[in-house]
């Protein structure tokens, strides 16, 4: 990567940010399209974002993500706001117009774009039980139910966010079925019917997290979906394919959300095959 006054800096901000894996797909990407350009990572305090933001937008930089907590940040601190990030209440990637910056939501087409990719469909007409109703799990819930699945399970030991994350759908997709499930046996009982579960808590980070979800919670012919990527293979999801699940971990969904914010800041279509890789090699040291 040869660096010159014409190089365009994006970067990642978040706080901490030292985990995250988006320059290692941006910059293998960008190198194996031959674009001028160089992506980094950024710590910056939450209270500092909308001071940070327009700073960026004038020195320069063509676009930028965000993690947590600052996507929710964002989203109250922008003027303007796409469809995707209304939708989701979050912002996680941030365009800048020559009059003002945009916040968009990649995550919820990361998350469909990576179910459709592991199992050659998303969830419409099925199904779907939602392991853990926080920012994530809330994301992908809200997004099932707008891509059209036929009825959605809540699952999660805090009853008023399943509440409220009902609340939201019923306002989103009145036609959608919702179920609450806050009690062990009910999740067992619930999950086992569903077409689609996906995995939104945060247990499965540590490597020797157990699976929230014993053995016979699943089935053949299910997918199993789990939003953490750091391991090929989660406790979760292990418990999972040998019920007879058909499984497949976060990495696609981080993967494609990243291409979908570099073709919002560029319009180019981004090294999809490039980006994969590297993201293999950081995280399974595949080479």
């Avoid at 040998?242 to 990495?251: K, R, S, V």
Wanted: aromatic share 6%.
């Amino acid at each position: 990567m040869t660096l010159s006054g014409h190089t365009k800096p994006f970067a990642v901000l978040g706080h901490p940010i030292g985990h995250t894996l988006s320059p290692v797909m941006h910059n293998a990407s960008m190198q194996a399209l031959g674009f001028d350009g160089i992506y980094l990572a950024l710590d910056v305090h939450p209270d500092r974002l909308m001071e940070v933001l327009p700073a960026m937008a004038l020195m320069g930089f063509a676009g930028v993500n965000l993690t947590v907590p600052h996507k929710e940040v964002a989203f109250r601190g922008l003027e303007r706001l796409d469809e995707s990030a209304r939708l989701l209440g979050a912002a996680n990637t941030v365009e800048f117009r020559e009059d003002v910056m945009v916040g968009h939501n990649t995550d919820g087409y990361g998350f469909l774009k990576a179910l459709e990719e592991a199992f050659g469909k998303t969830v419409v007409g099925d199904s779907v039980f939602v392991l853990g109703c926080g920012g994530a799990g809330r994301a992908t819930a809200l997004m099932a139910a707008k891509e059209g699945a036929k009825s959605l399970v809540l699952a999660d030991i805090d009853a008023t966010r399943v509440q409220r994350l009902e609340d939201e759908i019923k306002q989103l997709a009145p036609q959608v079925e919702i179920f609450q499930a806050l009690e062990k046996s009910v999740q067992i009982e619930l999950c086992r019917a569903a077409d689609v579960v996906v995995q939104a808590s945060p247990v499965g980070m540590k490597k020797d997290d157990p699976s929230l979800l014993p053995p016979e919670a699943f089935r053949a012919g299910q997918r199993a979906f789990d939003l953490i990527y750091m391991y090929p293979e989660t406790a979760f999801l292990a418990t999972a394919r040998g019920a007879g699940a058909d499984i497949a971990n976060g990495l696609g969904m981080l993967l494609h959300q990243g291409a979908r914010a570099f073709e919002i800041w560029t319009g180019v279509a981004p090294s999809v095959p490039a980006m994969r890789q590297a993201l293999e090699n950081a995280v399974y040291g595949r080479k």
